[in-house]
């Protein structure tokens, strides 16, 4: 597609419910980034794809959290047994990869916990 | 990790004005952005400018790589530039390949 898109735009979900998030990357973009934005607050890095590597996990908060990418196509973040601290606006952003490349962002979900 | 700092924190402006955005960072670095987070949540690509100078309209934006900062610079701003200015790095020396973002400079233009 013409750009990174993410759905739901909006998912509402009570709490102890897992959610699934996805993410289209931009056609050709071989590395794809996932980012936490709560109210008011920067971007948190959760996790990052590069191609066939393995990923760099190192962000994502606890063991509830997990990230699937098959190859260099869609993307999706799920979380287990949601808390109300999960509620944020859920960023995805995909690359040309390799370091060094202009990242570009989706519109991003946001997740209510209630 | 690598640190991003940016300055100031909040900024209002009058319509018309100019104004210098700052960012630091802690290390060298491959990739450096520059983002405006709209008031409905999209994040806008601005500038990729690991190093050196680039202008796209009212808008220009200096890397001193060696210097560790870079500076955004908005010019005859107008109430449409209102939102979040982000700053975001690669950290060259971190073995990934992660963008650690600046708290951002919150822009308010008023007429």
């Known amino acids: 597609g013409a750009g990174v898109s993410q759905s739901p735009s909006n998912k509402v979900t009570e709490k102890g419910k897992d959610v699934e998030l996805r993410c289209d990357p931009i056609?050709?973009?071989?590395?794809l980034y996932w980012y936490r934005q709560r109210l008011g607050q920067g971007l948190e890095f959760l996790i990052y794809f590069q191609g066939n590597s393995a990923p760099d996990k190192s962000g994502l908060p606890s063991d509830r959290f997990s990230a699937e990418r098959t190859g260099e196509s869609v993307s999706t973040l799920t979380i287990q047994r949601t808390q109300q601290e999960d509620s944020a606006v859920y960023l995805c952003?995909?690359?040309?990869?390799?370091?060094?490349?202009?990242?570009?962002f989706g519109q991003g979900t946001r997740l209510t916990v209630v | 990790g690598i640190q991003v700092e940016q300055s100031p924190p909040d900024l209002i402006l009058q319509e018309g004005a100019n104004s210098t955005l700052r960012c630091n960072f802690s290390d060298s670095v491959n990739n450096l952005q520059w983002f405006h987070q709209n008031p409905w949540g999209q994040l806008i690509n601005l500038f990729y400018?690991?190093?050196g100078t680039k202008q796209n309209g009212r808008l220009s934006a200096t890397t001193v790589a060696t210097e560790r900062y870079s500076l955004l610079y908005i010019s005859s701003s107008q109430t449409t530039d209102s939102g979040v200015y982000f700053c975001?790095?690669?950290?060259?020396?971190?073995?990934?390949?992660?963008?650690?973002f600046g708290k951002g400079t919150k822009l308010s233009v008023i007429p």
């Open positions: 056609s050709g973009h071989t590395a």
């Open positions: 952003a995909s690359s040309l990869g390799g370091g060094a490349a202009e990242a570009f």
């Open positions: 975001a790095v690669e950290d060259s020396g971190a073995g990934s390949y992660q963008l650690t």
């Open positions: 400018i690991p190093s």
